[in-house]
């Protein structure tokens, strides 16, 4: 196991509402990143948080917002969903700024289902 | 052209079988290239970085070819355990992200 935890496990919204996911880093760790992985696909890299400031964003709208912590865990925030923002929702925890360059280690993911 | 791409699968191999994953990558500027594992419903596990020379890790030999911008994972002896799907991922040295290809499914049949 890599120590990261990520919650809740499961979660079924409906379109228009907000969701909070959270993710507690490995022990160690000061970097998460957030990636979302949709059916058939490979994860795509939404943000990542260093040292609790937005350290670089993927391709994602304004909607999707973030949080780091003292502590390093992190929250994912998405508000207004879509039906399309139905995915796993993964979070990875390095040491440094992790731009491949340090191991990402990913936590098991919170599946959000938007109905 | 997709930044990362892979062989699109599914794979379906007997048990003791040698299969070969291929993957191409858009970005010449690219420094760091891994293999990770995700099972059914999992999250995805580093499985092995890959070096220039090439390297190998038990069963499981990585390539880099950087002037054609392609990697490969050959598995050997394949066993009913490494069923999963294989993830090709690839970054850029300095401020960005690893990127991910679909991933590509194998099938160890008994």
């Known amino acids: 196991e890599t120590g990261v935890t990520q919650s809740p496990t499961h979660l079924i919204k409906t379109r228009g509402q907000q969701v909070t996911l959270r993710c507690s880093s490995q022990?160690?760790?000061?970097?998460v990143s957030w990636y979302q992985q949709a059916l058939g696909q490979g994860p795509q890299f939404i943000f990542q948080?260093?040292?609790?400031?937005?350290?670089g964003r993927g391709n994602f709208p304004p909607r999707f917002s973030g949080l780091q912590f003292p502590n390093y865990s992190s929250e994912l925030n998405v508000n207004a969903l879509e039906l399309d923002d139905s995915a796993l929702y993964l979070c990875?925890?390095?040491?440094?700024?992790?731009?491949?360059?340090?191991?990402?280690?990913f936590g098991p993911g919170t599946r959000l289902t938007v109905l | 052209r997709k930044e990362v791409e892979q062989d699109p699968g599914p794979f379906n191999v007997p048990e003791g079988a040698t299969v070969a994953f291929n993957c191409t990558y858009s970005?010449?500027?690219?420094?760091?290239f891994f293999w990770y594992r995700q099972d059914c419903r999992k999250e995805p596990k580093l499985l092995m970085s890959v070096y220039s020379s090439g390297n190998e890790d038990g069963r499981f030999t990585a390539q880099l070819n950087r002037a054609s911008q392609y990697i490969s994972l050959l598995i050997r002896d394949s066993k009913l355990s490494d069923s999963a799907t294989y993830l090709c991922?690839?970054?850029?040295?300095?401020?960005?992200?690893?990127?991910f290809g679909k991933g590509t499914r194998l099938s160890v049949i008994a």
């Open positions: 991922v690839v970054s850029v040295s300095g401020n960005t992200p690893l990127v």
């Open positions: 990875a925890s390095s040491y440094g700024t992790g731009w491949g360059m340090d191991t990402q280690y």
């Open positions: 970005n010449s500027a690219s420094q760091s």
């Open positions: 022990s160690g760790h000061n970097t």
């Open positions: 948080y260093y040292r609790e400031e937005e350290n």
